[in-house]
């Protein structure tokens, strides 16, 4: 009998119904007979050959093993203990059941076993099957398939088990696999994807089995959380086979017949999944649904992490190329007049996000470079689908800026093309994509006027300006006629191509036919408006819409510069069909004249004096005014008249809103409400005075002064009328029910606000109510207002932009940021009404859009509010520094807000133990970082803080070092590193001392204060701070010659600026380098010399601060010396770090050696200084030792004894070294002591060596340099007497002084160190200095030096190069009162030394000329006399007979 026969007939019913089990049996079978170990073995040999023989082979791979805890009875009876015996005896088992029944066959075993385990996967694939297709395993599948695969593995393992046979059985049951059970074949690698996939011989089938399931599988993503996972692995590794075997660069050559099959099915996998993704796209799917699913996760496939395991190889890469390809060449039906009208539509903006991100994800791998490349490629070589090459342009400008330049050439390649050969593809092509590129804004590609005028309005246009160009241009454009928006047409006629005169009938016929088109399309040319955006290709505007729109923004421009615009004056006379029949009706509408004039009102007689409004025009508008102004006074005489034009429409205002508040207390009636709705904003368009023409949206950016907010009393009535309305239906409606059961009255109510010109007098009156009239609203006025900028935040996408003024950013604030500016913190009042203010708006929104997404409530708030309710609340209550509770009452607390005595502290407090609130703390974006904590803690103004002197240092205390230090940089803190909070609040700092001076603070300068009292106490935390890092330890793992923060704060900002000799760029770098300076004189002198370096000698590490001093000080010190705060800060540092050190006179030597080469700015800054400042060295240096002041001090003094000697006329001892110091120190005392001439005193030098003269010489010329940049420098030692006093030593002893016009940063020695003296700006005027000692040249003996042609020329063409660049006007603009010589002006000094320069040529000797050609190139076309007689003597010292004069006589 068979197994299962067996089974039944063991397992039946016996005697009295019992039921006894196959394990029963052997059991009472082994108790009954004692074996002996031969008997045992026979007996094993006995079953194993019982089961083979009735063994269901089907079922037997498919067993799996017994439950945890338990042990078949089976393997007990077989003694099977050992953890891997059941494994063995059951592969055994079947291996032995396997060879029999192939025996019996006739069958190879492992064609055998190959079919019997395929029959068993397809079961398991069955085993749960449902009614929706799947391609995921159930867990109980998993683990069937699990014991399978174990058998497998085992069978392969003993050369049991056919891989190609099991393949050919599965490929006959094919749709009964599921995918996830051919991938764990690839797996545990029983059989591999590729081996698998090439066994079949039918690639279509396998491309159709493999598409559809793939597709299942991608709508399957999303599945619970075991299940997404593996169809994530399944599709991960599916994918990378395809990437890598269908687009590896050489395919494998192999034995079998078709070693190309792999790859053309991984091909065709590929493509035709993307092709089904972009028709389920182009189709249209409703988010959510399967297809967007799976649409959505075929798209995934291309983001980076992907293909990590590959990326080495160019697989990824030429895949992303061939989709792309794909996607542009995608079912081709467009034409080109069908994406001429329809390519608006194709922007980013309107594209389909899941197209635009795939875009996105393919130009990851790729380069700029590549894909411009490929796309103009596959542009010229295939048929391309428009939307989508056109959409990706858009894409690749918005995304990539770099791709934009790319694009652009591009461009102008198809162009150059289409001109050349008259390729009509590439001038369509041209067009397209510099339209779409245009489309995306000026951001990212110029817009298309400027494009066609920069490409065509010139004579180096592509068409060349010949009549075949020109031909085929206009042709063209005309073709295009037909299809092209009214926006191009007005661009084409507005901005023409350049045509010569003999050709302007094409470009009149074209106008003509284009201006027939426009007038077809009801599009007039001369009724366009004075500031239409030719750029826009959106719908045209009605005239009068046109008009009020340009009143509008003349209005403002005239109020920015006080003149008449240029765009009206040029209507006036261009366009004066628009200007007189739209404009000037527009602007003179009658009204009541304001007792002041308005800016309208000025405008208007501007236009006037002008002549640009008709006499009788003006007449009837004055008499139209008058007539609307003399109404309310016949009302008051008491005549029976109608109500005045001003009280009616209020009047009526007042009673909508009063009815609209009986709507609003039955939030039910919808119908009513917004019937209500409709009636106030028409009742707020008559009591504005807006026609039907202005109630549009205002596009341009409301004008908002936060200083003195300005309103016309008619807005300000309707305004107060409008808030108090919704301040008054707000208390009446929570009386009622909590914001969220309040329905929509509010959101509709402030999209009635935003939706008129009421904004602007809105944000106006909400300015003047909190900024300036703050401690003065009561409850319901905050309670209200907090709502209303609730609400505002709701409909922030709706509204437009706000500028607060000329102090403010560039750009302009949303609405919601407003806010911010209006709620200072920095006085007891202000930081009041802020805490009510934010505990209302806050507490508002969490109510009212509980039931709401979290994204929703993001969007109603403000950071900044959010930000500052943290704030206050850590520096008002103690509670809030501790962890919160995590209180959850029932609600936020809005009912008590509404009650008539608010306790706004206690309310505060309760939202504050909100979860809700601390959940919402923790977003990005809301959470008060250290930096915003500084910057509201720098408003805070100490005199009117709400804490005393000593409360606000332990907050300050608490915040930097409990709060902010520890936190980690993802909560806003410092990760516990005091160098990052420092560095910080030094930024944070210095941004206040700028910004401050300039917005709503005073104009003290002091660096503590910086316009802001509160920077006293956080300069004392940094001061702590600085102390605290000096003292510690250093911060693990980081070196110890790692640059200082403060010099690193400083560093970043200065090259954050703007570069440049401009005098703008200057002063701005010097404003900020006196902010560093102050911050650095502020901290302690230890700042500046750090402690003893680790390698001996030790002495201070001044290494940052040589660097400052030489890259940023030194541009601006004043003849060749810091000023006196900087270098005594300096010594102190260095005196305090040589007092630490083991030998403090070693440590100064070796610091004071180090400045020689350095930074000898320092030593000559000393030099400067040295009567006030060597007292302070003595005192410091007697306090640290009782040893003489160190050598190199001792240097210093010498050279300043020095220096006084040779001034007092004394016996002058050698100059002690190095000689430039002494002749700093010389240069200093003739400036102290004011001596008119300074001859014998350099008589005196004559024994000296000539390095001391030449260095004083450049001091000199530094000096005079200086005199002409400060006007206070030039004293009674005239600068220039000076110089040419020194000047004529030199030459007397012939001492060669050239070369100091000749310093470069690659010099040695002297040259270097004087270079580092002085600053960069007056090495660049030496120029000017050269030619100012012109009188005092000795012509005779420069002649006769080698260098002198080269320097002088050189000096030459550099004065021109600073006259050109604007740089010498400062010079006499500032010494222009000076007693400078007669050359009074560069004009004068430029002819002056051009003169000089063409009567010196011709006598310098030939070795002058070993550089004329050099000369030459650099002269170019500066001065063509210069460079001819430069030419001619060269030409006459090489060919001297050809250039002799004939002798006639």
Same mark, same amino acid.
């Given at each position: 009998?068979?197994?299962?026969?067996?089974?039944?007939?063991?397992?039946?019913?016996?005697?009295?119904?019992?039921?006894?089990?196959?394990?029963?049996?052997?059991?009472?079978?082994?108790?009954?007979?004692?074996?002996?170990?031969?008997?045992?073995?026979?007996?094993?040999?006995?079953?194993?050959?019982?089961?083979?023989?009735?063994?269901?082979?089907?079922?037997?791979?498919?067993?799996?093993?017994?439950?945890?805890?338990?042990?078949?009875?089976?393997?007990?009876?077989?003694?099977?203990?050992?953890?891997?015996?059941?494994?063995?005896?059951?592969?055994?088992?079947?291996?032995?059941?396997?060879?029999?029944?192939?025996?019996?066959?006739?069958?190879?075993?492992?064609?055998?076993?190959?079919?019997?385990?395929?029959?068993?996967?397809?079961?398991?694939?069955?085993?749960?099957?449902?009614?929706?297709?799947?391609?995921?395993?159930?867990?109980?599948?998993?683990?069937?398939?699990?014991?399978?695969?174990?058998?497998?593995?085992?069978?392969?393992?003993?050369?049991?088990?056919?891989?190609?046979?099991?393949?050919?059985?599965?490929?006959?049951?094919?749709?009964?696999?599921?995918?996830?059970?051919?991938?764990?074949?690839?797996?545990?690698?029983?059989?591999?994807?590729?081996?698998?996939?090439?066994?079949?011989?039918?690639?279509?089938?396998?491309?159709?089995?493999?598409?559809?399931?793939?597709?299942?599988?991608?709508?399957?993503?999303?599945?619970?959380?075991?299940?997404?996972?593996?169809?994530?692995?399944?599709?991960?590794?599916?994918?990378?086979?395809?990437?890598?075997?269908?687009?590896?660069?050489?395919?494998?050559?192999?034995?079998?017949?078709?070693?190309?099959?792999?790859?053309?099915?991984?091909?065709?996998?590929?493509?035709?999944?993307?092709?089904?993704?972009?028709?389920?796209?182009?189709?249209?799917?409703?988010?959510?649904?399967?297809?967007?699913?799976?649409?959505?996760?075929?798209?995934?496939?291309?983001?980076?992490?992907?293909?990590?395991?590959?990326?080495?190889?160019?697989?990824?890469?030429?895949?992303?190329?061939?989709?792309?390809?794909?996607?542009?060449?995608?079912?081709?039906?467009?034409?080109?007049?069908?994406?001429?009208?329809?390519?608006?539509?194709?922007?980013?903006?309107?594209?389909?996000?899941?197209?635009?991100?795939?875009?996105?994800?393919?130009?990851?791998?790729?380069?700029?470079?590549?894909?411009?490349?490929?796309?103009?490629?596959?542009?010229?070589?295939?048929?391309?689908?428009?939307?989508?090459?056109?959409?990706?342009?858009?894409?690749?400008?918005?995304?990539?800026?770099?791709?934009?330049?790319?694009?652009?050439?591009?461009?102008?390649?198809?162009?150059?093309?289409?001109?050349?050969?008259?390729?009509?593809?590439?001038?369509?092509?041209?067009?397209?994509?510099?339209?779409?590129?245009?489309?995306?804004?000026?951001?990212?590609?110029?817009?298309?006027?400027?494009?066609?005028?920069?490409?065509?309005?010139?004579?180096?246009?592509?068409?060349?300006?010949?009549?075949?160009?020109?031909?085929?241009?206009?042709?063209?454009?005309?073709?295009?006629?037909?299809?092209?928006?009214?926006?191009?047409?007005?661009?084409?006629?507005?901005?023409?191509?350049?045509?010569?005169?003999?050709?302007?009938?094409?470009?009149?016929?074209?106008?003509?036919?284009?201006?027939?088109?426009?007038?077809?399309?009801?599009?007039?040319?001369?009724?366009?408006?004075?500031?239409?955006?030719?750029?826009?290709?959106?719908?045209?505007?009605?005239?009068?819409?046109?008009?009020?729109?340009?009143?509008?923004?003349?209005?403002?421009?005239?109020?920015?510069?006080?003149?008449?615009?240029?765009?009206?004056?040029?209507?006036?006379?261009?366009?004066?069909?628009?200007?007189?029949?739209?404009?000037?009706?527009?602007?003179?509408?009658?009204?009541?004249?304001?007792?002041?004039?308005?800016?309208?009102?000025?405008?208007?007689?501007?236009?006037?004096?002008?002549?640009?409004?008709?006499?009788?025009?003006?007449?009837?508008?004055?008499?139209?005014?008058?007539?609307?102004?003399?109404?309310?006074?016949?009302?008051?005489?008491?005549?029976?008249?109608?109500?005045?034009?001003?009280?009616?429409?209020?009047?009526?205002?007042?009673?909508?809103?009063?009815?609209?508040?009986?709507?609003?207390?039955?939030?039910?009636?919808?119908?009513?409400?917004?019937?209500?709705?409709?009636?106030?904003?028409?009742?707020?368009?008559?009591?504005?005075?807006?026609?039907?023409?202005?109630?549009?949206?205002?596009?341009?950016?409301?004008?908002?002064?936060?200083?003195?907010?300005?309103?016309?009393?008619?807005?300000?009535?309707?305004?107060?009328?409008?808030?108090?309305?919704?301040?008054?239906?707000?208390?009446?409606?929570?009386?009622?029910?909590?914001?969220?059961?309040?329905?929509?009255?509010?959101?509709?109510?402030?999209?009635?606000?935003?939706?008129?010109?009421?904004?602007?007098?809105?944000?106006?009156?909400?300015?003047?109510?909190?900024?300036?009239?703050?401690?003065?609203?009561?409850?319901?006025?905050?309670?209200?207002?907090?709502?209303?900028?609730?609400?505002?935040?709701?409909?922030?996408?709706?509204?437009?932009?706000?500028?607060?003024?000329?102090?403010?950013?560039?750009?302009?604030?949303?609405?919601?940021?407003?806010?911010?500016?209006?709620?200072?913190?920095?006085?007891?009042?202000?930081?009041?009404?802020?805490?009510?203010?934010?505990?209302?708006?806050?507490?508002?929104?969490?109510?009212?859009?509980?039931?709401?997404?979290?994204?929703?409530?993001?969007?109603?708030?403000?950071?900044?509010?959010?930000?500052?309710?943290?704030?206050?609340?850590?520096?008002?209550?103690?509670?809030?520094?501790?962890?919160?509770?995590?209180?959850?009452?029932?609600?936020?607390?809005?009912?008590?807000?509404?009650?008539?005595?608010?306790?706004?502290?206690?309310?505060?407090?309760?939202?504050?133990?909100?979860?809700?609130?601390?959940?919402?703390?923790?977003?990005?974006?809301?959470?008060?970082?250290?930096?915003?904590?500084?910057?509201?803690?720098?408003?805070?103004?100490?005199?009117?803080?709400?804490?005393?002197?000593?409360?606000?240092?332990?907050?300050?205390?608490?915040?930097?070092?409990?709060?902010?230090?520890?936190?980690?940089?993802?909560?806003?803190?410092?990760?516990?590193?005091?160098?990052?909070?420092?560095?910080?609040?030094?930024?944070?700092?210095?941004?206040?001392?700028?910004?401050?001076?300039?917005?709503?603070?005073?104009?003290?300068?002091?660096?503590?204060?910086?316009?802001?009292?509160?920077?006293?106490?956080?300069?004392?935390?940094?001061?702590?701070?600085?102390?605290?890092?000096?003292?510690?330890?250093?911060?693990?793992?980081?070196?110890?010659?790692?640059?200082?923060?403060?010099?690193?704060?400083?560093?970043?900002?200065?090259?954050?600026?703007?570069?440049?000799?401009?005098?703008?760029?200057?002063?701005?770098?010097?404003?900020?380098?006196?902010?560093?300076?102050?911050?650095?004189?502020?901290?302690?002198?230890?700042?500046?010399?750090?402690?003893?370096?680790?390698?001996?000698?030790?002495?201070?590490?001044?290494?940052?601060?040589?660097?400052?001093?030489?890259?940023?000080?030194?541009?601006?010190?004043?003849?060749?010396?810091?000023?006196?705060?900087?270098?005594?800060?300096?010594?102190?540092?260095?005196?305090?770090?040589?007092?630490?050190?083991?030998?403090?006179?070693?440590?100064?030597?070796?610091?004071?050696?180090?400045?020689?080469?350095?930074?000898?700015?320092?030593?000559?800054?000393?030099?400067?200084?040295?009567?006030?400042?060597?007292?302070?060295?003595?005192?410091?240096?007697?306090?640290?030792?009782? !040893?003489? +002041?160190?050598? $190199?001090?001792?240097?210093?003094?010498? &050279?300043?004894?020095?220096?006084?000697? @040779? *001034?007092? =006329? #004394?016996?002058?001892?050698?100059?002690?070294?190095?000689?430039?110091?002494?002749?700093?120190?010389?240069?200093?005392?003739?400036?102290?002591?004011?001596?008119?001439?300074?001859?014998?005193?350099?008589?005196?030098?004559?024994?000296?060596?000539?390095?001391?003269?030449?260095?004083?010489?450049?001091?000199?010329?530094?000096?005079?340099?200086? !005199?002409? +940049?400060?006007? $206070?420098?030039?004293?009674?030692?005239? &600068?220039?007497?000076?110089?040419?006093? @020194? *000047?004529? =030593? #030199?030459?007397?002893?012939?001492?060669?002084?050239?070369?100091?016009?000749?310093?470069?940063?690659?010099?040695?020695?002297?040259?270097?160190?004087?270079?580092?003296?002085?600053?960069?700006?007056?090495?660049?005027?030496?120029?000017?200095?050269?030619?100012?000692?012109?009188?005092?040249?000795?012509?005779?003996?420069?002649?006769?030096?080698?260098?002198? +042609?080269?320097?002088?020329?050189?000096?030459?063409?550099?004065?021109?190069?600073?006259?050109?660049?604007?740089?010498?006007?400062?010079?006499?603009?500032?010494?222009?009162?000076?007693?400078?010589?007669?050359?009074?002006?560069?004009?004068?000094?430029?002819?002056?030394?051009?003169?000089?320069?063409?009567?010196?040529?011709?006598?310098?000797?030939?070795?002058?000329?070993?550089?004329?050609?050099?000369?030459?190139?650099?002269?170019?076309?500066?001065?063509?006399?210069?460079?001819?007689?430069?030419?001619?003597?060269?030409?006459?010292?090489?060919?001297?007979?050809?250039?002799?004069?004939?002798?006639?006589?």
């Amino acid at each position: 009998m068979s197994a299962s026969q067996a089974r039944a007939a063991v397992s039946g019913p016996g005697p009295g119904g019992l039921r006894r089990s196959w394990a029963e049996l052997l059991e009472g079978r082994v108790r009954r007979q004692k074996l002996g170990p031969e008997g045992e073995q026979k007996v094993k040999e006995s079953a194993l050959r019982l089961l083979r023989s009735h063994l269901n082979l089907g079922d037997l791979v498919l067993e799996v093993e017994a439950p945890p805890g338990k042990q078949l009875c089976l393997s007990r009876w077989f003694d099977c203990d050992s953890p891997g015996a059941h494994s063995d005896l059951s592969c055994s088992l079947i291996g032995s059941a396997l060879r029999d029944r192939a025996a019996r066959l006739g069958v190879p075993v492992a064609v055998l076993s190959s079919q019997v385990v395929a029959c068993g996967l397809v079961r398991v694939c069955e085993a749960d099957a449902g009614l929706p297709p799947q391609v995921l395993l159930s867990p109980e599948q998993r683990k069937k398939l699990s014991s399978l695969f174990e058998v497998a593995e085992n069978l392969s393992a003993q050369n049991m088990f056919s891989r190609l046979s099991f393949c050919q059985e599965l490929w006959k049951v094919q749709n009964s696999l599921l995918l996830e059970a051919v991938w764990r074949l690839h797996v545990q690698k029983i059989v591999s994807l590729q081996e698998l996939l090439e066994s079949r011989a039918d690639p279509c089938a396998v491309v159709a089995w493999l598409s559809r399931d793939l597709r299942l599988l991608c709508e399957q993503t999303e599945a619970p959380p075991p299940h997404a996972a593996v169809a994530r692995a399944v599709l991960a590794d599916f994918v990378q086979m395809f990437v890598l075997r269908g687009f590896q660069k050489n395919a494998d050559v192999r034995g079998n017949v078709e070693p190309e099959r792999m790859p053309q099915v991984a091909v065709a996998v590929l493509e035709r999944m993307l092709a089904s993704a972009l028709e389920a796209l182009a189709a249209g799917m409703q988010e959510g649904s399967p297809a967007h699913k799976a649409v959505s996760c075929w798209f995934g496939i291309f983001s980076g992490h992907m293909y990590r395991s590959i990326i080495s190889t160019e697989s990824p890469k030429r895949f992303f190329c061939h989709t792309l390809t794909q996607i542009l060449t995608h079912k081709p039906v467009l034409k080109v007049s069908d994406a001429i009208q329809m390519q608006r539509d194709w922007s980013f903006a309107r594209t389909p996000p899941l197209l635009s991100g795939l875009y996105r994800r393919l130009f990851v791998i790729l380069s700029p470079e590549e894909l411009v490349g490929h796309l103009q490629e596959v542009l010229e070589t295939q048929e391309v689908n428009w939307q989508h090459m056109l959409s990706c342009v858009s894409t690749l400008v918005t995304c990539l800026p770099d791709a934009q330049q790319l694009v652009a050439g591009w461009v102008a390649r198809l162009l150059a093309r289409a001109f050349e050969s008259c390729d009509l593809d590439s001038m369509v092509s041209a067009f397209l994509v510099a339209r779409q590129a245009a489309l995306e804004g000026p951001a990212a590609f110029p817009s298309y006027a400027a494009w066609f005028q920069a490409t065509f309005g010139s004579t180096r246009g592509f068409h060349g300006c010949s009549r075949k160009g020109l031909v085929f241009l206009f042709k063209f454009l005309s073709d295009l006629v037909p299809f092209e928006a009214p926006r191009y047409l007005q661009v084409h006629v507005l901005h023409p191509p350049l045509v010569p005169g003999k050709y302007r009938t094409l470009l009149s016929d074209y106008v003509a036919l284009a201006r027939t088109r426009l007038a077809d399309l009801k599009v007039s040319i001369e009724n366009m408006g004075l500031y239409e955006d030719l750029s826009s290709v959106g719908d045209i505007m009605e005239p009068h819409s046109r008009a009020a729109r340009d009143v509008e923004k003349a209005i403002v421009v005239f109020e920015h510069t006080g003149k008449i615009p240029v765009a009206v004056l040029e209507a006036s006379i261009f366009r004066r069909s628009y200007y007189l029949s739209h404009f000037l009706p527009a602007l003179l509408t009658p009204r009541v004249l304001p007792r002041v004039p308005d800016s309208r009102e000025a405008l208007v007689e501007s236009l006037r004096r002008a002549d640009k409004i008709p006499p009788s025009l003006y007449s009837t508008y004055r008499q139209a005014c008058c007539t609307a102004g003399e109404k309310p006074e016949d009302a008051a005489l008491g005549r029976e008249v109608e109500p005045s034009c001003a009280e009616e429409p209020l009047g009526l205002l007042t009673a909508a809103l009063q009815e609209l508040r009986a709507s609003v207390m039955a939030p039910t009636r919808h119908d009513a409400l917004e019937a209500q709705m409709a009636v106030v904003s028409d009742r707020l368009c008559s009591a504005l005075g807006l026609g039907e023409d202005s109630v549009g949206v205002e596009e341009a950016p409301v004008q908002l002064s936060i200083r003195a907010p300005e309103l016309r009393p008619r807005e300000q009535r309707v305004v107060d009328l409008v808030l108090t309305s919704f301040c008054q239906n707000l208390m009446a409606a929570s009386s009622l029910s909590p914001p969220d059961r309040q329905g929509p009255w509010a959101s509709r109510f402030v999209r009635t606000l935003c939706g008129r010109r009421l904004l602007p007098a809105v944000l106006a009156r909400l300015c003047q109510l909190l900024r300036h009239q703050g401690p003065s609203l009561g409850a319901s006025h905050v309670l209200g207002l907090a709502a209303l900028a609730v609400h505002l935040g709701e409909s922030r996408s709706a509204l437009p932009e706000v500028c607060v003024g000329p102090s403010a950013p560039a750009r302009g604030l949303p609405v919601p940021q407003l806010f911010d500016s209006l709620l200072p913190c920095g006085t007891r009042e202000s930081s009041a009404l802020c805490l009510k203010f934010c505990t209302a708006a806050i507490s508002y929104s969490l109510c009212k859009f509980s039931s709401q997404s979290h994204d929703v409530l993001l969007s109603c708030l403000s950071p900044g509010l959010i930000k500052k309710f943290q704030f206050i609340m850590f520096r008002w209550f103690s509670e809030a520094r501790d962890p919160p509770s995590w209180e959850d009452p029932a609600g936020p607390p809005w009912r008590p807000l509404c009650l008539p005595a608010v306790d706004w502290q206690r309310a505060a407090l309760c939202l504050w133990k909100q979860r809700t609130l601390q959940e919402l703390l923790k977003q990005e974006g809301f959470q008060l970082t250290y930096r915003d904590w500084l910057q509201l803690e720098l408003e805070v103004q100490p005199e009117a803080d709400s804490l005393s002197d000593t409360e606000r240092q332990e907050f300050q205390q608490w915040a930097i070092h409990q709060h902010f230090l520890p936190a980690p940089s993802g909560a806003g803190g410092c990760d516990g590193d005091l160098e990052v909070a420092c560095t910080t609040l030094v930024d944070v700092l210095m941004d206040v001392c700028q910004s401050s001076k300039n917005y709503d603070h005073s104009q003290n300068s002091d660096l503590v204060l910086g316009g802001c009292t509160g920077n006293r106490d956080i300069f004392s935390r940094l001061q702590e701070m600085a102390a605290d890092l000096e003292q510690g330890p250093a911060p693990p793992g980081h070196a110890v010659a790692r640059e200082h923060f403060l010099f690193g704060v400083f560093r970043r900002r200065l090259q954050a600026l703007a570069g440049g000799w401009d005098v703008a760029s200057r002063l701005q770098r010097q404003r900020e380098l006196l902010t560093c300076k102050r911050v650095l004189l502020g901290l302690p002198p230890s700042v500046l010399v750090g402690g003893p370096r680790a390698e001996q000698p030790a002495d201070p590490n001044c290494d940052d601060f040589f660097h400052w001093v030489n890259s940023e000080l030194r541009n601006v010190s004043h003849g060749g010396a810091l000023t006196h705060d900087v270098t005594a800060h300096f010594f102190r540092g260095l005196l305090n770090a040589c007092a630490r050190s083991r030998d403090p006179s070693l440590a100064a030597d070796l610091t004071l050696t180090a400045c020689q080469t350095q930074c000898p700015l320092l030593l000559t800054s000393a030099l400067l200084w040295w009567p006030c400042l060597e007292p302070e060295l003595h005192r410091r240096w007697g306090r640290c030792s009782r !040893s003489p +002041l160190p050598a $190199q001090l001792r240097r210093l003094q010498e &050279a300043q004894h020095f220096a006084g000697s @040779v *001034l007092s =006329r #004394l016996v002058v001892p050698p100059a002690p070294g190095p000689a430039w110091l002494c002749a700093a120190a010389l240069h200093f005392a003739i400036r102290r002591a004011r001596k008119e001439s300074i001859g014998r005193e350099l008589g005196q030098l004559d024994g000296q060596g000539e390095e001391l003269l030449v260095s004083l010489f450049f001091f000199s010329l530094m000096g005079l340099l200086s !005199s002409h +940049l400060t006007p $206070q420098a030039v004293s009674s030692p005239k &600068a220039l007497d000076i110089c040419a006093e @020194v *000047l004529g =030593r #030199l030459q007397g002893r012939r001492i060669s002084w050239l070369p100091l016009f000749q310093l470069t940063e690659a010099d040695a020695g002297l040259g270097r160190t004087l270079l580092r003296v002085a600053p960069d700006h007056q090495v660049r005027l030496l120029p000017v200095a050269f030619y100012s000692l012109l009188s005092y040249f000795d012509e005779d003996a420069l002649l006769q030096e080698d260098a002198f +042609l080269h320097v002088a020329v050189n000096m030459y063409l550099k004065l021109i190069g600073l006259f050109v660049a604007g740089e010498t006007g400062t010079l006499w603009t500032v010494a222009c009162g000076g007693e400078l010589r007669a050359q009074g002006d560069p004009v004068s000094l430029i002819t002056d030394a051009r003169l000089f320069l063409l009567r010196a040529i011709p006598r310098c000797p030939k070795r002058s000329f070993s550089h004329v050609a050099e000369l030459l190139a650099a002269s170019g076309d500066c001065d063509p006399d210069v460079s001819a007689a430069l030419l001619h003597r060269q030409q006459a010292l090489l060919h001297p007979d050809l250039h002799q004069e004939p002798r006639l006589f």
